[in-house]
């Protein structure tokens, strides 16, 4: 089949978190999750070394604490779960934090999964769109209104 995009929108604590480690997994190719904190970063991380059997050192995180290139990037399915505020920041970065954001925007993703959808702000939102290369875009929420 044919990957699709879209939004999901289920109540708090119905499983969205599930749903999206899920699409990845069944996708089957590299993963970007974006969320909206550190917190919730920590979160997701855990969550997909529940729920899959994904080694742990395929799951990426990069917030301004941990950062961690990804090894063999060009053959290497993983999942890299960052921050908005991350990848939509446009000022100057260290030289760490921009090598991997170089990586992320020259690799292809088979998902991206932008959790908590209608809190991304409409200029991160233009930015990642830009710049990101991905086959399949999923949106999560509780509440679809925009705040």
Same mark, same amino acid.
């Given at each position: 089949?044919?990957?699709?995009?879209?939004?999901?929108?289920?109540?708090?604590? /119905?499983?969205?978190?599930?749903?999206?480690? /899920? /699409?990845? $997994?069944?996708?089957?190719?590299?993963?970007?999750?974006?969320?909206?904190?550190?917190?919730?970063?920590d979160q997701w991380r855990r969550q997909f070394q529940l729920f899959?059997?994904?080694?742990?050192?395929?799951?990426? #995180?990069?917030?301004?604490?941990?950062?961690?290139?990804?090894? *063999?990037?060009?053959? +290497?399915?993983?999942?890299?779960?960052?921050?908005?505020?991350?990848?939509?920041?446009?000022?100057? +970065?260290? /030289?760490?934090?921009?090598? =991997?954001?170089?990586? =992320?925007?020259?690799?292809?993703?088979?998902?991206?999964?932008? *959790?908590?959808?209608?809190?991304?702000?409409a200029r991160t939102f233009r930015t990642?769109?830009?710049?990101?290369?991905?086959? $399949?875009?999923?949106?999560?929420?509780?509440?679809? #209104? +925009?705040?």
């Amino acid at each position: 089949g044919v990957a699709k995009s879209g939004i999901v929108v289920l109540p708090c604590g /119905a499983g969205k978190t599930l749903v999206g480690i /899920a /699409a990845c $997994c069944r996708v089957g190719r590299r993963a970007l999750v974006l969320t909206t904190t550190a917190v919730a970063v920590d979160q997701w991380r855990r969550q997909f070394q529940l729920f899959t059997t994904m080694p742990p050192e395929d799951v990426y #995180v990069l917030t301004a604490e941990s950062k961690r290139p990804i090894e *063999d990037a060009e053959r +290497r399915a993983c999942v890299v779960i960052s921050t908005y505020s991350m990848l939509g920041f446009s000022g100057r +970065r260290g /030289a760490e934090t921009e090598f =991997i954001l170089q990586q =992320i925007q020259q690799l292809e993703w088979g998902t991206l999964v932008v *959790d908590e959808v209608q809190v991304m702000p409409a200029r991160t939102f233009r930015t990642v769109a830009t710049t990101i290369k991905n086959h $399949c875009c999923l949106g999560l929420t509780a509440t679809l #209104v +925009r705040e």
